[in-house]
């Protein structure tokens, strides 16, 4: 069924009793041509792209809960390409440029709204790495702009200006086309997009070992609904890729951290962009719901548990009462965690695993969302055709080795 | 919020502390027969488990001295706390090593 104004009309015609579920749930076959484990974003658009740009239809995404039950329904759907390096700079502008067509090209609105993103300075010296990344930026062909503190009191009149504030104002970077998007929306999107193509969504259905064959190959998986074969699969699982990769018998320089965030009670319209104070690592959107979106720093040691300590509760939101005094009441509606695959770089590994037949996507640590179109165009390119993405060269799990690391972490100020 | 029981000044506030990732870990060497290989998963490879794991905390805001811990990431449980220099405690399905 195509989405549309008339479908709307008519279907409201008709008591909405015509609606049909928005993609099947199948029983596994017994093999398929390409397995993707974990049914977030990024799988589900990598079945998408196999699909669609490569033909590829025999494919299931198997998923141990919901599809978008772990990291795709955690973060805070900010979607930005503010890099320094020209590698990460290109891959998360295509992936913004994938975003800005994405409703049109999954016929299913993601609301992606382009409302901006503005990184505070807060000394002379931010402003100077301010200067020094918007003109990286600019040389990698992305937008930036450095605002002055009068922009920024205009642009965003809750934030504590004053002299006396505790962290004080000197400017920003803004990128105007950043934003934030409705997770679940991403998420559905690809999953009917990628079932309409044929592809079999299989939830509930976790993933227990591998199977190898004589060469070591991967032939297939073990899970809690049977044995699936397929010669190549793809893992997505974020936090849990040390997992399955130890399944498979390697290791990854990979930790998995709990990273929280927060939603307020619906306040009416007080935030119209997305906002990031590096000196306190807090950043914030308001939702179109009115909840504001309020996430921070890692729980700084390794956890699997999806939910947070309170260490990291005050000081991400004693940042915001310290920052948006008239903030300092609001009531918060939830707090919950996800836990991020970080890696030293803070780059993700994309491409080739020690197993043949196994491909990964993991190692985007704090920042999945926004590169969800490109995590799965690329994982798909690489399943396909079993050559890295060109996008993708950069980020093979090789780099440990020789040492080219693409060092985000340093380059781009990332808090964590 | 966890409590981790500093080998010296006792149980603390999980504020008072930094984790410094896994511990046990043993550099290769000597260095001229380390191939990039072997250095590369050296430096960066972690077993990164859902469960028990040995790794290192520093006591930042106490005595600033190193110690071990043996906790459970995905539960948070304690599971022993050990000097540097002592070897990984045999850890049962109860109770703690120390």
Known sequence: ?416 | MLQISCPWCGPRDEIEFRCGGQSHVIRPGPPEEVDDATWGRYLSEKINPRGDHLERWLHAAGCRRWFNVARDTATHRIRAVYHMVEAAPAIGDEGSAR
């Open chain 1, 1 to 416: 069924m195509r989405y549309s104004a008339w479908t709307v009309f008519r279907q409201g015609l008709g008591g909405q009793r015509g609606w049909k579920p928005a993609w099947r749930s199948p029983d596994p076959k017994p093999d398929y041509e390409v397995i993707i484990i974990g049914g977030g974003g990024h799988g589900l658009a990598t079945a998408y792209y196999l699909a669609k740009t490569y033909g590829i239809r025999r494919v299931a995404v198997l998923e141990k809960g919901w599809i978008g039950g772990g990291n795709s329904g955690r973060n805070t759907t900010a979607i930005r390409s503010n890099y320094y390096y020209r590698a990460s700079a290109r891959m998360y502008e295509h992936s913004l440029k994938l975003y800005e067509g994405l409703s049109k090209e999954l016929n299913y609105n993601v609301m992606f709204s382009q409302r901006g993103m503005i990184s505070l300075a807060h000394s002379p010296h931010d402003v100077e790495l301010a200067h020094r990344q918007a003109g990286a930026m600019r040389l990698n062909g992305v937008d930036a702009d450095f605002l002055s503190p009068g922009e920024i009191a205009r642009r965003v009149p809750i934030l504590d200006m004053s002299p006396e504030a505790r962290f004080p104002v000197f400017g920003g970077l803004l990128q105007k086309r950043a934003g934030t998007a409705r997770h679940d929306a991403v998420v559905w999107g690809y999953a009917r997009a990628a079932d309409a193509l044929g592809v079999d969504i299989i939830q509930n259905c976790e993933v227990t070992g591998f199977r190898r064959g004589a060469d070591g190959a991967v032939i297939g998986v073990e899970t809690s609904r049977g044995p699936i074969a397929a010669t190549r699969i793809g893992v997505a699982v974020a936090g849990h890729s040390s997992r399955l990769a130890e399944m498979a018998g390697f290791r990854l320089p990979i930790t998995s951290y709990a990273l929280q965030a927060f939603v307020s009670e619906p306040l009416k319209p007080v935030l119209d962009t997305v906002i990031l104070s590096p000196a306190t690592g807090v950043y914030m959107s308001q939702s179109d719901k009115g909840g504001l979106v309020i996430g921070g720093g890692l729980d700084l040691y390794p956890s699997y548990a999806q939910r947070g300590n309170m260490p990291v509760i005050r000081n991400v939101l004693g940042a915001v009462a310290a920052q948006y005094p008239s903030l300092g009441r609001v009531r918060l509606l939830r707090q919950w965690a996800g836990i991020v695959d970080v890696v030293p770089d803070s780059s993700p590994i994309i491409g080739a695993s020690p197993v043949p037949g196994l491909f990964l996507d993991c190692g985007w640590g704090t920042g999945g969302f926004k590169a969800i179109p490109v995590g799965g165009t690329m994982l798909a390119h690489q399943l396909a055709t079993l050559t890295p993405h060109e996008l993708a060269e950069p980020f093979s799990l090789e780099r440990f080795t020789t040492g080219a690391l693409i060092d985000e972490a340093a380059g781009s100020g990332i808090a964590h």
